[in-house]
């Protein structure tokens, strides 16, 4: 029975959390009131306590405990979680946050409550934005699928239709399928949808994952069918009919359509695979006896969960208090002779740059004596401590992304570097429309390189741990593969051309530096 102490205990922990989860959880209702893509997200923490309140008489009779296979979940999570904060890594943080609650739950309050609670608690996962790696790694291939089945639909709607990559050839007009029109958009909420609808209306278990499964091919099937009757309207009424009103309301209409399909098919189910239904775990509000490993009190599992969110919390305050590393200038005084290159900066759009995760950013294009080109690109971060929604990522990520194709990605050792003696730089050969580059790319702390930017990120939380206060870098030339060109003599032009580079960056750094 939950009890005054109980609800005390509950309070403690809820203030902990969000002591230690402040600027994540900022960070996250940022995205959620800004990014229609996650806009659903706010309804799911209501629908999670509407099923806590549903089961209340369970939750009322159950028996508190504690149970420190919970406590074994907590650590590695809350470590996690720690390195996510302090590393600036919202994929590591974000994702750790509800195995946090789950923890807790189970950790602080036993077995016998966490299953009564654990559905409630899962919906909460559906509120976490997918990284951007993944993203780019689902919404690719969705945007291919979904072009195909576009064209198909207005091919059956007697409008001819030619697919080259992700455009759709109309003939008087082109209709391009970007990354909002992959189907992502809609795969997400509505697969949270299908979870829901298969918890209150079906017991079957087998039953429950097939409908929740099948939301994923009815997203897809439903953005072709969208992505099609643009097209139809744009073919007979013109471009100006797909847009404004009918692009804003028909993505409702659609999820509309969608759920509607989820339900004749569960009705379709029912019709099909008639009998006695097995009922599910998660529809008899039964409770199980808790297994309990300390059935005196659970005070002492409250106080180590609330200490050890305190402690990760303080971490991450303390650590927002070191004083940033400016560049009072910018690169605007960086230098344009590099060896036997010199330099021409191009401007970028301040948005571009801050999307980029960049305080600061350099641009340059430098040539050799023989009229070969280098495209240099520094961002620059004198604040990198703390969860932050906007910060570098992979190329790896973007590139693909502009239209490139990656033919390769390995790893490139360069020697010689100051400062550095030998490290480990990402290489890339990407081809367009028949032109090849060579990029390399890596990611810097004041004393620490990595091609991989997760490690960069563990870079950043032992400079943070160790309060040692730091910049970061992200830094990514490249250059153009000449016809017959071989891959050998790029490399060749871009590790002299990194050498040299360096002790340039690394001096312009320590004269321009200032604390604040």
């Known amino acids: 029975m939950i009890s005054r102490k109980?609800?005390?205990?509950?309070?403690?922990?809820?203030?902990?959390f969000f002591f230690c989860f402040w600027s994540t959880l900022e960070g996250l209702f940022h995205i959620w009131t800004s990014d229609a893509d996650y806009s659903y997200a706010l309804l799911l923490p209501l629908m999670s306590a509407y099923l806590m309140w549903e089961r209340r008489k369970d939750i009322a009779t159950?028996?508190?405990?504690?149970?420190?296979?919970?406590?074994?979940?907590?650590?590695?999570?809350?470590?996690?979680?720690?390195?996510?904060?302090?590393?600036?890594s919202p994929s590591a943080v974000r994702p750790a946050i509800p195995f946090v609650i789950l923890s807790i739950t189970l950790l602080c309050f036993g077995s016998a409550l966490f299953r009564i609670l654990a559905f409630p608690l899962f919906l909460l996962f559906f509120m976490i934005p997918l990284p951007t790696s993944?993203?780019?790694?689902?919404?690719?291939?969705?945007?291919?699928?979904?072009?195909?089945?576009?064209?198909?639909?207005?091919?059956?709607?007697?409008?001819?239709?030619?697919?080259?990559?992700?455009?759709?050839?109309?003939?008087?007009?082109?209709?391009?399928?970007?990354?909002a029109c992959s189907g992502l958009r809609y795969i997400l909420p509505l697969f949270a949808l299908g979870v829901i609808f298969a918890y209150f209306f079906e017991k079957v278990r087998w039953k429950q994952f097939v409908l929740a499964a099948l939301t994923i091919p009815i997203s897809i099937l439903t953005n072709g069918f969208r992505i099609g009757?643009?097209?139809?309207?744009?073919?007979?009424?013109?471009?100006?009919?797909?847009?404004?009103?009918?692009?804003?309301?028909?993505?409702?209409?659609?999820?509309?359509?969608?759920?509607?399909?989820?339900?004749?098919?569960?009705?379709?189910?029912?019709?099909?695979?008639?009998?006695?239904?097995?009922?599910?775990?998660?529809?008899?509000?039964?409770?199980?006896?808790?297994?309990?490993?300390?059935?005196?009190?659970?005070?002492?599992?409250?106080?180590?969960?609330?200490?050890?969110?305190?402690?990760?919390?303080?971490?991450?305050?303390?650590?927002?208090?070191?004083?940033r590393l400016i560049l009072p200038g910018g690169f605007a005084e960086f230098p344009m002779a590099i060896g036997d290159c010199k330099g021409r900066t191009e401007t970028m759009d301040r948005d571009i740059v801050e999307l980029s995760g960049a305080e600061e950013a350099l641009n340059t294009v430098f040539e050799n004596k023989n009229g070969d080109a280098i495209s240099l690109y520094v961002g620059y971060r004198g604040s990198?401590?703390?969860?932050?929604?906007?910060?570098?990522?992979?190329?790896?990520?973007?590139?693909?992304?502009?239209?490139?194709?990656?033919?390769?990605?390995?790893?490139?050792?360069?020697?010689?570097?100051?400062?550095f003696r030998t490290v480990v730089v990402s290489e890339m050969i990407i081809e367009k429309l028949g032109h090849r580059s060579l990029v390399y790319f890596w990611f810097q702390t004041k004393n620490r390189l990595s091609d991989n930017v997760n490690i960069n990120r563990f870079h950043l939380s032992l400079h943070a741990i160790r309060r040692d206060n730091t910049h970061d870098l992200f830094i990514r030339p490249i250059t153009a593969l000449s016809e017959g060109e071989k891959i050998e003599d790029g490399e060749k032009r871009m590790d002299q051309f990194v050498r040299e580079m360096m002790p340039v960056l690394l001096q312009f750094l320590k004269e321009n530096q200032v604390q604040r």
Not at 63 to 88: C, D, E, H, K, N
């Open 6 to 16: 109980q609800l005390l205990f509950i309070g403690i922990l809820g203030v902990s």
């Open 384 to 419: 990198p401590f703390l969860e932050s929604e906007n910060f570098f990522h992979s190329p790896n990520v973007c590139i693909p992304s502009s239209g490139w194709k990656v033919d390769d990605i390995r790893k490139r050792q360069i020697s010689g570097i100051p400062g």
């Open 229 to 323: 009757m643009t097209g139809i309207l744009t073919q007979w009424y013109g471009k100006s009919a797909a847009e404004g009103f009918f692009h804003d309301f028909s993505g409702w209409l659609i999820f509309v359509f969608a759920f509607a399909m989820l339900f004749a098919f569960h009705r379709l189910m029912k019709m099909v695979f008639k009998g006695a239904p097995h009922v599910s775990s998660a529809s008899t509000h039964t409770v199980e006896t808790p297994i309990v490993l300390s059935a005196r009190n659970n005070t002492v599992a409250v106080i180590a969960s609330s200490l050890l969110l305190i402690l990760a919390g303080g971490l991450s305050f303390s650590t927002a208090a070191l004083p």
């Open 62 to 88: 159950a028996r508190i405990s504690t149970s420190w296979w919970g406590g074994l979940l907590l650590v590695p999570f809350m470590i996690i979680a720690t390195y996510g904060i302090l590393g600036s």
């Open 134 to 179: 993944v993203q780019t790694w689902i919404g690719l291939p969705l945007r291919s699928i979904s072009t195909k089945v576009g064209a198909l639909m207005l091919r059956i709607g007697g409008v001819p239709a030619y697919i080259e990559g992700n455009v759709i050839d109309l003939g008087v007009t082109q209709l391009q399928v970007v990354d």
